[in-house]
């Protein structure tokens, strides 16, 4: 499937160009916000060819593609039709958590400078290359124009966070980035010359270098483009064109000289210091913590959202997070490896080949994450175990960088001390590697289970399976169903449901296999096997059927959407009964695993499970 094609199967299937509000991407994914997230069939965008996986956070809907992300995102702007970031005013009715909006406005900052800052960082780590070699003159012409291409960027990048963040929020981005640019101007950083305190209108002004730093205009930009909208909202149409810009510089350069650049560096310096408190306590349990958390940052998609802080201590003495973050990285590419290794599949060989090459030239894991560590669970604690071991290593010897790089082997030389360096995202690899070859990715095999112990298996392998919500309402993680004979898994892994609606209906074709007398648990088997309980409140057995209208019997024939029962949430209640619905998949050890959505509010239909094969 080329790209276009793709394109134009991803905005059908997140719900059309009309669904679409926003949309940027990272290194790897496609970061929609979409008006309705109901709209998108999020099963399908899984099993799509060219689809790596999908993951809902921070109000975003993620579409994961791998490396040629960018051409995918050229074709989906063609496709809709969107000329920029912000496609139209936002309808959703969606509540997103305060975190998950500083999450969301960091990534879609940076969302676009990833390329620049990517590709100066390559120059960097090729002139240390050149250094180290002795091919080039430190002092001569040369290196300087080689210098200023991997380090213009990082000098005036005020000026890009300001225009890109101002992108992101709706605002004028060339006012953004003219508020970045009055804080590098050269009679504004003259003043430096006199001291670190100077004033403005008598009011005390704290001088501080900001080439480099991101935090003074993350804030800055933010406050602009609510100032943006007030002025523009009393200002004439006529008079619109300058005086609204000139408003906005007269009123931003001075309050973040003032307020938010001291705060921000402020801010920025206690989380660096922090990490550096840390190291100095103990190094190992800064490795540890740091590269164990990493790839979960990761998997949620808001690991961008720490780019600032290395960012901003690169002038600092060095950014210590990135080089720990790279044994996690490079233990992702041993799981991987190691996979390959012993696989005998053909195609799983091929795919995790692909995704090993991807991670060690371009430092890019997602496909690994996503194509082989979530499939295979058990690969889970091996890349933490590995990671954790070279992220402490990488801490112990004090590894620092000092610009932004995708951890490859390519970039080794950016990196200080080198050496060290190599060792620690080595032994990661390694250990990796060794851990899941000895150990294996594979659940215990078929044939080693007695014949009397067997439950059968659905024949077909490689499928995803997507469960439908069988009740309007709330999911909630089952380990959050107060019931700890569900909450435990011991039935079977799946979801909580807090009902708002007292109707449940099948959540897929198949047959009703078991039905209470008292209509409270309904149990299912779909036509590709899977099985799947509804209980309906906890306790409720006890009702003996009351509030209960069953509308199917044992071994009926039932489609997705049909009624199972009916049963009155009020009147569960008035009797002293919770009506949290547990969703099972009894009979989930026949197969790869059972992923759960986030929690959120669901309508009956909607996909609420995965089921892997």
């Keep these: 499937m080329d790209n276009r094609e793709l394109a134009k199967k991803i905005v059908e299937k997140v719900g059309g160009e009309e669904n679409i509000n926003s949309l940027v991407h990272c290194a790897t994914r496609l970061r929609f916000k979409l008006d309705d997230r109901s709209k998108a069939k999020k099963d399908e965008l899984q099993n799509m060819e060219g689809v790596i996986t999908v993951v809902e956070n921070g109000g975003q809907f993620q579409v994961v593609i791998g490396n040629h992300v960018p051409k995918v995102y050229a074709e989906v702007m063609k496709v809709a039709k969107i000329s920029g970031e912000t496609n139209k005013e936002s309808t959703s009715n969606e509540k997103v958590s305060p975190v998950s909006k500083v999450f969301e406005y960091i990534s879609g900052t940076f969302s676009p400078l990833i390329p620049a800052l990517a590709g100066a960082g390559m120059i960097k780590a090729l002139l240390a290359i050149l250094t180290l070699l002795n091919w080039i003159d430190v002092e001569g012409s040369t290196y300087s124009v080689l210098n200023a291409a991997s380090g213009g960027v990082f000098f005036f990048l005020p000026i890009f966070v300001g225009i890109t963040a101002a992108l992101k929020l709706g605002a004028n981005p060339y006012v953004g980035g ?298 909630l993680p089952l380990a959050d169903v107060p019931d700890p004979v569900f909450s435990s898994g011991a039935m079977g892994k799946g979801v909580g449901i807090e009902p708002t609606i007292g109707r449940a209906v099948a959540p897929f074709d198949g047959t009703v296999t078991m039905i209470f007398p008292t209509s409270h648990a309904i149990g299912l088997t779909s036509n590709d096997g899977v099985e799947v309980l509804i209980h309906i409140g906890l306790d409720t057995v006890q009702l003996e059927g009351k509030h209960f209208t069953a509308h199917v019997e044992n071994g009926q024939a039932v489609n997705q959407g049909d009624i199972l029962v009916e049963f009155d949430i009020a009147g569960i209640k008035e009797a002293g009964y919770k009506v949290t619905t547990p969703v099972i998949v009894t009979n989930t050890t026949n197969y790869l695993d059972v992923i759960a959505d986030e929690p959120k509010e669901v309508v009956s239909g909607q996909s609420i499970l995965t089921v892997i094969n």
């Design 178 to 475: 003219a508020i970045g640019a009055g804080l590098l101007e050269p009679s504004f950083t003259a003043l430096l010359e006199h001291g670190a305190r100077s004033e403005f209108l008598n009011l005390p002004l704290i001088l501080t270098n900001y080439s480099s730093t991101v935090f003074p205009m993350l804030i800055a930009i933010a406050i602009f483009a609510l100032l943006e909208r007030w002025v523009r909202k009393f200002t004439p149409s006529v008079l619109t064109l300058f005086f609204t810009p000139m408003v906005c510089l007269l009123i931003m350069v001075p309050l973040t000289a003032l307020v938010f650049g001291p705060f921000a560096v402020f801010v920025s310096d206690g989380i660096m210091n922090g990490v550096s408190y840390l190291s100095s306590v103990s190094a190992i349990l800064t490795g540890v913590i740091i590269a164990g958390v990493w790839p979960f940052l990761v998997i949620l998609g808001v690991h961008w959202g720490v780019v600032p802080i290395m960012i901003s201590a690169f002038a600092k003495g060095g950014d210590v997070i990135l080089p720990i973050t790279a044994a996690s990285t490079f233990a992702q590419m041993g799981v991987a490896f190691g996979v390959f290794l012993r696989a005998r599949d053909k195609k799983l060989k091929s795919l995790t080949l692909g995704a090993v090459l991807s991670g060690v030239l371009a430092g890019v894991t997602e496909p690994i994450i996503y194509g082989v560590i979530m499939r295979y669970r058990r690969l889970i604690p091996i890349m933490v175990i590995a990671g954790v071991i070279g992220g402490a290593i990488v801490a112990t010897f004090d590894v620092r960088v000092f610009t932004f790089v995708f951890n490859s082997i390519l970039t080794i030389p950016a990196y200080q001390p080198p050496v060290q360096y190599t060792i620690g995202v080595m032994i990661a690899f390694l250990v990796g590697t060794i851990l899941t070859f000895v150990i294996g990715y594979e659940k215990k095999k078929e044939e080693e289970i007695k014949p009397e112990q067997a439950t059968p298996v659905p024949p077909a392998r490689d499928k995803k399976m997507a469960i439908a919500s069988p009740i309007e309402g709330t999911l």
